[in-house]
Every structure is written in structure tokens, then in C-alpha cells.
């Protein structure tokens, strides 16, 4: 069973809008927790990393936030460009053995003019 | 971008033949992986390495073998290619096994007939 759980498993948003990407995991203990995103036929590329003592983590218009309580994390895109056009995959590493990453599957976001 | 080149970038093959994926760095870093990834699927590690000639096993390693002889050179090989690994192949990179980010090279996409 997939330890990392993301939601929606698509979306198709306006240019210019907000939207909001989940992932649950039960990771645990875990020791960061990352947001990816992939460009189609393109490798993944990091957009924040956040230890499991942070809250939140911004890059840009991304911004992710963590909630270690409840095992949850969310990624915001604010003020979407067509360029936002992606796969956005959640990551998980466990404190145990950080080699072994936990991946999402991945939410894939489609950004309209 | 990180310094990662792999090769080949697409390649179909028949079913029972030897297959090399070959991923190449410039970033002398200590750690690399090998990924897969397919439809519904978040990545599942198949091996890496934490140093030359060092490597292990990750979650889908059988039917996978790696080498590294080198600090810049990480190869997969498939010994008898299956079309169950018909998948996009991810080399990725880290300076930390830990906490590190990791770095992903553009993938290779293989079909097996």
C-alpha cells in the first residue's frame, strides 16, 4: 500500500487562479517531506524541502505547508500561469532510512487561458 | 540544471534481450539512484549507490542489476528484458543520502516488444 496519498488526482484551473494540491502519507517516522514538480517527458524538479519541525516553505508562488500532527501537507499555487502546467509529485523520506523516499503519485494540474 | 546526462533517451527492445541504461554526472556527487516510473504509480526506487562500486537493492530490484566503477557512471542493466519493464527510467543524484535534495536527470523511456 502506497504510504503517500495525493488529491486530486487532476485538476484544470483558469489562468490566474489559486488551487491547492493534498497528500496524506503515513510515513512515520519521517524526516522531510518534499513537493516536486515534473514537466511532461521531463525529470522532476524540486520545489520545497521541509524538515518535519516546519510549518511552511515558499518558493515563488508555491508554497507548501506541513502539518506533522495529522500527517498532511499541501502545495498552493497562487495566481496560476500556463507555465504551472505539471505534475506535482509528493515525497516523503523516512527518518529510518532516508535513501528510500516515499513518492506520490503525483497530481496532475492543467492551467487554461 | 544538474549536471546529468542518461542514455539512451528512448529505446525499444524484444522481449529476452540485454538492455543498459547508462546515467552520467558531472556533479561529483556521492549518491545515486535509479527510478522507475508508470501510470498510477508514484517512483519506485530500483537500486542505488552510496559510493563507488557500493550499491543496494531498493523496493523493485529484481530482474535489475547496477554497476558503478566510476564516481560519475551508474549503469542499469535489465539481463533478460521482460515487457512488464516497459517504463520511463529516472537516474537521480544527491550530495546527502540523507536530507540532501535529489536531482533528476530527463529520463529514459523504454518499450519492451
Known amino acids: 500500500k502506497n504510504q503517500v496519498e495525493q488529491s486530486p488526482q487532476s485538476l484544470i484551473i483558469l489562468e490566474g487562479k489559486n488551487c491547492t494540491l493534498q497528500?496524506?502519507?503515513?510515513?512515520?517516522?519521517?524526516?522531510?517531506l518534499r513537493w516536486y514538480k515534473q514537466d511532461t517527458g521531463r525529470g522532476p524538479v524540486s520545489l520545497t524541502i521541509m524538515t518535519f519541525s516546519e510549518n511552511t516553505k515558499s518558493n515563488g508562488r508555491y508554497t507548501a505547508t506541513l502539518d506533522a500532527d495529522t500527517k498532511q501537507s499541501s502545495l498552493h499555487i497562487t495566481a496560476s500561469q500556463l507555465s504551472d502546467s505539471a505534475s506535482y509529485i509528493c515525497v516523503v523520506g523516512p527518518a529510518s532510512n532516508d535513501y528510500k523516499l516515499s513518492f506520490g503519485a503525483g497530481t496532475t494540474v492543467t492551467v487554461r487561458a | 540544471d544538474a549536471g546529468i546526462t542518461q542514455s539512451p533517451r528512448h529505446k525499444v527492445t524484444e522481449t529476452g534481450t540485454p538492455v543498459t541504461l547508462r546515467c552520467h554526472q558531472t556533479?561529483?556527487?556521492?549518491?545515486m539512484y535509479w527510478y522507475r516510473q508508470d501510470p498510477g504509480h508514484g517512483l519506485r526506487l530500483i537500486h542505488y549507490?552510496?559510493?563507488?562500486?557500493?550499491?543496494d537493492k531498493g523496493e523493485v530490484s529484481d530482474g535489475y542489476s547496477v554497476s558503478r566503477s566510476k564516481t560519475e557512471d551508474f549503469l542499469l542493466t535489465l539481463e533478460s528484458a521482460t515487457s512488464s519493464q516497459t517504463s520511463v527510467y529516472f537516474c537521480?543524484?544527491?550530495?546527502?543520502?540523507?536530507?540532501?535534495?535529489?536531482?533528476f536527470g530527463e529520463g529514459s523511456r523504454l518499450t519492451v516488444l
Open positions: 497528500c496524506n502519507y503515513t510515513v512515520s517516522p519521517f524526516s522531510n
Open positions: 537521480a543524484i544527491s550530495w546527502d543520502g540523507g536530507t540532501g535534495e535529489l536531482f
Open positions: 549507490s552510496y559510493g563507488v562500486k557500493d550499491t
Open positions: 556533479e561529483n556527487h556521492r549518491y
